[in-house]
């Protein structure tokens, strides 16, 4: 009788541990899925910011010499509300 007991107790002990070990891997995916979308997020907004200041520029160079850094920093701004907003 008290082995059947303790095999019973085995199985419920290997299958928590089983649950509990399927369990951490699944939050690691998560983590690093996060991160993952982190990092995409970051460098999409690097990309409207340095698109935003490339137009920026181009423009301001239409106004002369002290346009051009004025368009940069400009469209940067635009370029990164752009990317905020949608």
């Known amino acids: 009788m008290s082995y059947g007991l303790i095999s019973v107790a085995d199985k419920f002990n290997n299958n928590a ?6 369990a951490a891997k699944r939050e690691q ?6 991160d993952q979308i982190e990092a995409a997020d970051k460098a999409g907004r690097a990309q ?20 051009g850094p004025a ?3 400009i469209g940067a701004g635009i370029g ?3 990317y905020e907003l949608f």
């Open 17 to 22: 541990m089983t649950g509990l070990a399927d």
């Open 80 to 82: 990164y509300l752009a």
């Open 29 to 34: 995916a998560r983590e690093i899925a996060g």
């Open 71 to 73: 368009g940069m920093a």
């Open 48 to 67: 409207a910011v340095g698109t935003g200041a490339g137009i920026g520029m181009m423009a301001g160079m239409q106004a002369g010499s002290i346009g």
